[in-house]
């Protein structure tokens, strides 16, 4: 793993930027209901849901402003390394498919996918103390003035339409970004369905009053994961289960 700090571009990759075109060609855009005033802000954390496979590639085509997601470390790793995640984590633990169809996808997204994410510019997520260079690289983008996209639900039981839990991983990188800047960047909650192909874009919350209340990244954490369960309701409400 390269442990130095990196240098982000506000555009995607080379290699992405094609690829992003021609899946285009193929899937819908979205509706987008955003419930700010205002447009949204380019220098902010953004939280969604996971909406099985489709969240993550959706919102790298269609969201308004330009973002770097966090995925998982596995993702940027060796072929072994990235097929062993998409076969027994990813298709059969978190989408519940049958192993020959995971066989299939995970075989043909582990040939593609660390130059796909490398043109994402995703930054790699860890459960140990290498967390700390995924928080110093995502400082560095949101100096850049690059949104950071996070899913933080908990998928141990695969992704759910209403979300069972949030990590606090966002909590710590909000944290370490105010104390170090002073500034309360917002954070934007999301909800996509797949079911309805509709986005909802949350109002923008600041997270200093949870501060003031002496919340735990914890409490941070599930205040935020009620909020976009709320979204969701509103989502399902409007378009039917």
Excluded: C
């Excluded at 590639?57 to 470390?73: A, D, E, K």
């Excluded at 995640?85 to 995971?102: A, D, E, T």
């Excluded at 839990?165 to 710590?172: Q, R």
Aim: hydrophobic letters at 35%.
């Amino acid at each position: 793993m390269n442990r130095r700090r990196r240098k982000f571009r506000t555009k995607y990759g080379p290699i992405f930027r094609p690829f992003r075109g021609i899946v285009k060609l193929f899937k819908k855009s979205p509706v987008i209901i955003d419930l700010n005033d205002e447009p949204v802000e380019k220098n902010a954390i953004f939280l969604s849901n996971h909406s099985g496979a489709s969240g993550p590639i959706t919102l790298s085509l269609y969201m308004p402003t330009f973002i770097v997601p966090w995925g998982t470390y596995e993702m940027v790793g060796n072929y072994p390394t990235r097929w062993k995640y998409l076969y027994y984590v990813f298709y059969q633990q978190k989408i519940g498919y049958k192993k020959f169809k995971s066989f299939i996808l995970a075989t043909l997204l582990a040939v593609i996918s660390k130059m796909l994410y490398r043109g994402m510019q995703l930054i790699p997520t860890y459960q140990d103390l290498r967390l700390s260079y995924t928080i110093k690289n995502s400082i560095d983008a949101l100096d850049a003035g690059i949104g950071i996209l996070i899913f933080p639900e908990d998928s141990t039981a695969g992704y759910k339409d209403e979300l069972v839990g949030y990590n606090g991983g966002f909590a710590l990188l909000h944290e370490r970004y105010y104390k170090q800047k002073n500034i309360d960047i917002p954070i934007y909650p999301l909800y996509y369905s797949k079911k309805h192909n509709a986005l909802y874009i949350g109002k923008k919350e600041y997270v200093k009053p949870l501060y003031d209340k002496n919340l735990t990244r914890d409490e941070i954490a599930e205040h935020f994961k009620n909020v976009t369960n709320e979204y969701g309701a509103m989502l399902f409400e409007k378009y039917g289960e």
